[in-house]
């Protein structure tokens, strides 16, 4: 299965975007559901997440309440929805997924997903 992830783009700070994650098979079936970010130089970083089946998520400090993370059954779509967007969040996004089991703990870890989107750029403007 591949992520697609799609969305990014070029944005003033205070606006907004979504951001949209979409596995190659509609059966594909991951429990969590992360979004992590880089920028050159830096570790990925955790954003937030979803569970798939409870719609619970969890979100960095960074972004709490500004980011929101959902998901379409239907279209196997997650989306990270991007409010009150900051230069410091200019970064390539990346939407990532796992096939193994893991403890609700490890969700805020990029180790726990082994299927990553292609990353899409977001670049916000001051």
């Known amino acids: 299965v591949q992520l697609q992830a799609s969305g990014g783009g070029l944005v003033q700070a205070g606006g907004s975007l979504r951001l949209a994650c979409s596995a190659s098979?509609?059966?594909?079936?991951?429990?969590?559901w992360g979004w992590f970010r880089q920028t050159p130089g830096k570790e990925r970083e955790f954003v937030g997440r979803i569970e798939w089946r409870t719609r619970y998520t969890w979100y960095a400090d960074s972004v709490k309440g500004r980011f929101t993370v959902s998901r379409d059954g239907a279209k196997s779509t997650v989306y990270l929805q991007m409010q009150s967007l900051k230069p410091e969040d200019t970064a390539v996004y990346y939407c990532?997924?796992?096939?193994?089991?893991?403890?609700?703990?490890?969700?805020?870890?990029?180790?726990?997903?082994?299927?990553w989107g292609q990353g899409t750029q977001v670049t916000v403007s001051s």
């Open positions: 098979e509609r059966t594909f079936q991951s429990r969590f």
């Open positions: 990532a997924a796992m096939t193994r089991p893991i403890a609700m703990g490890m969700s805020v870890s990029s180790s726990a997903y082994d299927i």
